[in-house]
């Protein structure tokens, strides 16, 4: 089992900066892959973006290239997600979730193959 705790979500203002935190503590592995999907109102989960468990690959989404950045600390088991230049539309439920699968694409840009998530934290971005 693994368990994920997220924080860092609230308010801010468009076009601000906020840093999300995921910490996993349970059942540890040498490879798994640790991603951030959010979920706005009305909307499906989608993907955010994903880290290898040695940091070697990242993934994002084409929303938030150039203005999200994931990053990880191994020795603390934590993900984290800064995001700058927030817009309206990232309004929405941030979500943290493990997988111990390969890094491959499209799979870690899937929700299902995710079997660990958090509870989520609100991110609001007002404008």
């Known amino acids: 089992q693994v368990q994920l705790v997220e924080s860092g979500g609230g308010l801010v203002q468009a076009g601000g900066s906020q840093r999300l935190s995921c910490a996993a503590s349970?059942?540890?592995?040498?490879?798994?892959?640790m991603a951030w999907f959010r979920q706005a109102p009305g909307k499906e989960r989608e993907f955010v973006a994903a880290?290898?468990?040695?940091?070697?690959?990242?993934s994002s989404a084409d929303s938030v290239k150039g203005r999200f950045t994931i990053s990880r600390d191994h020795a603390k088991n934590t993900v984290y997600l800064q995001m700058n230049s927030l817009l309206p539309e990232d309004t929405a439920v941030y979500y943290c979730?493990?997988?111990?699968?390969?890094?491959?694409?499209?799979?870690?840009?899937?929700?299902?193959?995710?079997?660990?998530w958090g509870q989520g934290t609100q991110v609001t971005v007002s404008s």
């Open positions: 349970g059942r540890t592995v040498s490879s798994y892959v």
């Open positions: 979730a493990v997988a111990f699968i390969r890094w491959s694409m499209p799979q870690v840009s899937r929700a299902r193959s995710y079997a660990y």
């Open positions: 880290i290898t468990s040695s940091a070697g690959s990242t």
